[in-house]
């Protein structure tokens, strides 16, 4: 095991340039061309309004629970509850997807149940969702 | 000559897996083919290839945007050769059905694949990926891999890398080298 050190990173990009054995292609050899990236489709602004509101909630209960631990001077050893996943993974994840493709959807994994992704939530809560609701 | 590499990038989020990532396939004199099932804008200066012209690929990086896995998986098995496959977000499929992991996975070599495969924990991996991996990259998650050790490769290495990242900053990482 080594000291983390960017050399590490150097290591791996040179092992992986290293050559190697090529194995018999597939298939033939025709040039690919790029295809056009497909746009969200255009949704109905009531849609759009009614997910967000679900999201702004989610998000609400999720602040005023770690408001609650601050407040109660508690560690805070967030684990989200059942009904929270399921609003996250039903809700929040494909409202990303599809409207807010600038942020970035890493941090909308439930299995992250740390402060910092409450924090995050806030904050793309506080930055985005209110003024993309209009 | 070298054997071909299977690498886990583990972290939470937010600690530099997908810098790291970006790195990789900007270096890479090799091909690259990067699973982008969430349209990262990292990844948007890649051009996008159609699932059903991954065989016709000779060079280049570039990205699938095929929202079935389990397809995206299968056309890779069948035609994509002698290049480097990138997984990311890979929790995010992981359990979907119909995913011929085992035979990416064991036949990678045979397929001419280097594969990077990313998580956000040492728990959701699942085990048929740490039976074939080569090298873990782990950066800080959160979780008690005290609990996996019947599950982890190198137990007591691993171990002994996250607790050591958790006294350090966020973007640190540790370079397991496995098999």
Not at chain 1, 66 to 90: G, H, N, W
Not at chain 1, 111 to 132: P, Q, R, W
Not at chain 2, 25 to 50: A, G, M
Not at chain 2, 167 to 175: G, I, L
């Amino acid at each position: 095991m080594e000291e983390n050190k960017q050399e590490d990173i150097k290591e791996v990009i040179d092992e992986l340039n290293e050559p190697v054995e090529p194995v018999e292609p597939a298939e033939q050899t025709e040039q690919v061309e790029p295809e056009p990236e497909p746009q969200p489709e255009p949704v109905n602004s009531d849609v759009i309004n009614g997910i967000t509101i679900a999201v702004i909630e989610t998000l609400d209960i999720i602040q005023n629970r770690v408001c609650k631990m601050i407040a109660k001077k508690q560690d805070i050893d967030f684990r989200f509850t059942e009904p929270e996943k399921t609003a996250l993974q039903t809700v929040w994840r494909p409202v990303v997807m599809k409207y807010y493709n600038k942020i970035s959807v890493e941090f909308i994994a439930i299995t992250m149940t740390s402060e910092i992704l409450v924090m995050k939530f806030i904050e793309a809560k506080k930055i985005g969702l209110n003024k993309n609701a209009k | 000559m070298r054997n071909r590499k299977l690498i886990l990038i583990i972290g939470t989020t937010a600690t530099g897996k997908t810098t790291i990532l970006c790195e990789i396939i900007k270096h890479s004199k090799q091909k690259v083919l990067i699973y982008d099932i969430n349209r990262e804008q990292l990844y948007k200066k890649y051009p996008v290839v159609n699932l059903l012209k991954i065989d016709k690929i000779q060079k280049g990086k570039w990205r699938c945007i095929y929202p079935e896995p389990h397809k995206f998986i299968d056309n890779v098995i069948k035609y994509y050769r002698n290049g480097l496959l990138i997984l990311d977000d890979t929790d995010r499929y992981l359990s979907s059905a119909n995913i011929d992991w085992k035979n990416l996975l064991i036949g990678h070599r045979h397929f001419g694949h280097d594969v990077i495969a990313v998580f956000h924990s040492l728990n959701r991996v699942l085990p048929i990926f740490y039976e074939n991996c080569t090298d873990i990259i782990l950066f800080k998650t959160q979780e008690y891999p005290e609990k996996l050790i019947y599950k982890l490769p190198n137990p007591d290495i691993i171990i002994k890398a996250y607790d050591e990242l958790q006294k350090m900053e966020q973007y640190k990482y540790k370079f397991i080298k496995i098999r």
